[in-house]
C-alpha cells in the first residue's frame, strides 16, 4: 500500500523528526511513503492533501504538523477549520488520512513528548482504515 504525507513547515525540524517515526511506522505496516510534500503550514495542508488522494495510486495519507498556542484564538480557530476540511476530504475521497498534528495550543514544553506519538498513531489509523 501507499501513503502520502503532508508536512507542516513551520515547525520544519521537529516535524522532520515526525516524519521520520511516521515512515519508521509505515514501513513497520509494510506500507510505502509514496510521497513528501512539505506545505508552509496547516492552513495549505487541506490543498496538498486533496491532491495526494486525487492520485490512484496513494491509498491513504497522514498530514503532520504543530499549532502552538498563541495569544489569540487564530491557532484554536486555524486547528478546527483544518480537522473539519481533513475529514470532509476523507469523505470526499474514500481515502484515510491520519492527523499527525499536535494542538492547537500546544506550549512549548507539550511538542517534544508528543512528537513520536502523534506521527506514528496517524500512520497507525491509516493501516487500520485499510485493512
Do not use: N, Y
Request: glycine share 12%; proline share 5%; aromatic share 4%.
Amino acid at each position: 500500500m501507499r501513503m502520502g504525507v503532508v508536512c507542516g513547515s513551520f515547525h520544519k525540524d521537529e516535524v522532520s523528526r515526525m516524519l521520520g517515526f511516521a515512515i519508521d511506522e509505515a514501513e513497520s505496516k509494510k506500507w510505502d511513503v509514496a510521497e513528501t510534500v512539505w506545505v508552509p503550514g496547516s492552513m495549505e495542508a487541506p490543498l496538498a492533501l486533496d491532491r495526494l488522494l486525487q492520485r490512484e495510486d496513494i491509498h491513504g495519507a497522514v498530514v503532520l504538523g504543530i499549532i502552538e498556542k498563541g495569544q489569540t484564538e487564530h491557532g484554536m480557530v486555524m486547528g478546527q477549520s483544518v480537522t473539519k476540511a481533513i475529514i470532509d476530504l476523507q469523505i470526499k475521497h474514500g481515502k484515510p488520512i491520519g492527523l499527525g498534528i499536535i494542538g492547537p495550543g500546544a506550549e512549548p514544553e507539550h511538542i517534544e513528548p508528543r512528537l513520536e506519538p502523534h506521527a506514528r498513531a496517524a500512520v497507525g489509523a491509516v493501516a487500520s482504515m485499510v485493512e
